[in-house]
Antibody, heavy 113, light 112 residues
Framework: EIQLQESGPGLVKPSQSLSLTCSVTGYTITSGYDWSWIRKFPGNKMEWMGYISYSGSTNYNPSLKSRISITRDTSKNQFFLQLNSVTTEDTATYYC??????WGQGVMVTVSS | DVVLTQTPVAQPVTLGDQASISCRSSQSLVHSNGNTYLEWYLQKPGQSPQLLIY???NRFSGVPDRFIGSGSGSDFTLKISRVEPEDLGVYYC?????????FGAGTKLELK
């Protein structure tokens, strides 16, 4: 059974970088599928942020412009989110997912000084 | 970006009733490969979203047959027959036909 688990700091200061890790067990991230980051803002709004494919190619939401980077460590079966120059508008619960079929539990990140 | 408009925003229901949620897209969701990548998710309180329906009308593994997805082009519907307590939460439609992928604003299924 596949499991995904997000981890990272729950509090980030404005203008700094947000870095999250998604640890995957039960499936090898190079075997198939796209591996996404999605966030849910306070309220109900959901936003797809981007993905890294099983082959290592990436696809990002243009709304995040040059602030986002998704990378991976295949030896640890993990993939990562880095979001630069954060503002309070980036306060959200962040989820990782395997092609939207399987999701992590989410990690709440607050951007505040 | 493709805008998905979900209605209603909230749907009060009585257990055992049928519920219906609409999702309309600002443009056709038919991909150049002929598939329509319109999906439905349910987020229960305190949980992460779970996939219910993919490619308009296909139930994901383990999803009860009381969940029925339908529609085509830019007009889609999720029907839930005989609502049960575990069906309560926020429903989202989602499209993966056009970049960037986008979600509807959500419909809260709640008890009357």
């Amino acid at each position: 059974e596949i499991q995904l688990q997000e981890s990272g700091p729950g509090l980030v200061k404005p203008s700094q970088s947000l870095s999250l890790t998604c640890s995957v067990t039960g499936y090898t991230i190079t075997s198939g599928y796209d591996w996404s980051w999605i966030r849910k803002f306070p309220g109900n709004k959901m936003e797809w942020m981007g993905y890294i494919s099983y082959s290592g190619s990436t696809n990002y939401n243009p709304s995040l412009k040059s602030r986002i980077s998704i990378t991976r460590d295949t030896s640890k079966n993990q993939f990562f989110l880095q979001l630069n120059s954060v503002t309070t508008e980036d306060t959200a619960t962040y989820y990782c997912a395997r092609s939207f079929m399987d999701w992590g539990q989410g990690v709440m990140v607050t951007v505040s000084s | 970006d493709v805008v998905l408009t979900q209605t209603p925003v909230a749907q009060p229901v009585t257990l055992g009733d049928q519920a219906s949620i609409s999702c309309r897209s600002s443009q056709s969701l038919v991909h150049s490969n002929g598939n329509t990548y319109l999906e439905w998710y349910l987020q229960k309180p305190g949980q992460s979203p779970q996939l219910l329906i993919y490619k308009v009308s296909n139930r994901f593994s383990g999803v009860p047959d009381r969940f029925i997805g339908s529609g085509s082009g830019s007009d889609f519907t999720l029907k839930i027959s005989r609502v049960e307590p575990e069906d309560l939460g926020v429903y989202y439609c989602f499209q993966a036909t056009h970049d960037p992928y986008t979600f509807g604003a959500g419909t809260k299924l709640e008890l009357k």
